[in-house]
């Protein structure tokens, strides 16, 4: 399914992931750190949601609760209508730092999961092999990590993930550690990935060009504890290529993101 004008708004569509008044303070021997409050959102299926604020205000926090690393003090989190508790295979998450195991060979790394669970067929070996083609990583599929560039490991760990066929992709800042060509490498890659397969994506990201690029919506927190300042619709023409980002439509929803941050 790809992403078209006649698309219904995301804000009519079904959501895939819901949260309630979520909060969370981190308590350490005496101190407290009030990290989000009363945060709510609904995310449609099929959207590419971006989440912006100020360094500390719980970005990371906020994703590593939807992927049940950490649980919330208060409220509710839903994905597919069922309650976060821990976390599951419908949940697939991606680092700045791609999580992949040194001991292995590319396509090994994306075997993994179906091997843990038991489910390693000739159906899954055949799909990694699709995966690793869609990653255009065919030619290293028995390198190791180490012999990756950094672009390379982090399409790999999009398949160890895609494998799995998350519902929901959580992504924490995940090119943020890239120079600026590989990273716009990669944020094409996942603009051409998500118009193809149209898997619910929350995206955390501190740079307000990227969050523009690639979200239908960005969420923009309050600085600590977060707090849901607004979320804005990018109404940008689809699919989005990188030459996009010099329109005068590009320019102005920047701003409006950088206004509200600012605020
Ligand atoms: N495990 C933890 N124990 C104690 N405090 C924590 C823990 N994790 C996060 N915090 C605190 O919660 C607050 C929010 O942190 P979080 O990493 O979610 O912010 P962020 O918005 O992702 O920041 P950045 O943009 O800098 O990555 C910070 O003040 C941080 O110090």
Known sequence: MSATALDPPVTERPAAVRLRGVGKTFR?????TPALEGVSLDIAAGEFLCLVGPSGCGKSTLLSILAGFT???????L????PVEGPGPDRGVLFQTPTLFPWLTTRQNVLYGPRARGALTPGVREEAGELLETVGLTDFADAYPHELSGGMRHRAAFARVLINHPRVLL?????GALDAITRAGMQRFLLELWQRQRTTIVFVTHDVEEATLLGDRVSVLSGRPGR?????????????????TETLEFVTAKRRIREVLER
């Open 71 to 77: 649980t919330a003090d208060s409220g509710e989190v």
């Open 228 to 244: 849901t300042k607004a979320v804005i619709d990018i109404e940008l023409r689809r699919p989005r290529t990188y030459d996009d």
């Open 171 to 175: 992504m924490d800042e995940p090119f």
């Open 28 to 32: 350490q021997r005496r101190r407290e």
């Open 79 to 82: 994905v597919d209508g069922r």
